[in-house]
């Protein structure tokens, strides 16, 4: 019998305290324009929550695990911890028809069992890259970007790049 993880009496790992800067988090809303139900699994200090006011919404540190969070939604969107990144994907699959993470782009790639249970599940809609980790004032070097999974999607991957916008 496999358990469920469960994080809301566990240490949390200061690596994945990393909150979105307030611009990607208005773009990601722009860009990929979620609609219908939406969760946001890791609301932090609230940036997403600002741009998608009806969302609903987990956040271990206020006592709503994502774990425990079981109701079908049409989007979650957001910027999920990276340490259990492969569970909280895993779970995501369960129950949204599509998810927006702000993530490592590499974490998409990283182990053949994601990549089968995200291809079990549909597939890659788009990959939106915003910058490295550091210059987002993430802990990490690597490429980040919005990733959108769609369920029974079986189409191609667009990848776009962030330009600012010209004044």
Sequence with gaps: MTTQPQLLHMALDKQDIVYTPDWVATDMVKHFKPSGVILEPSCGDGVFLKYLPTAEWCEIEKGRDFFQYTSAVDWYFGNPPYTCFSEWMTHSMRIAQNICYLIPLNKTLNSGKMIKEWKDYGGIVEMKYYANGRELGFPI?????????QKGYTGKTQITLYEAEQC
Excluded: H, Q, R
């Design 141 to 149: 070097g690597f490429a980040c970007g919005a990733v959108w999974f």
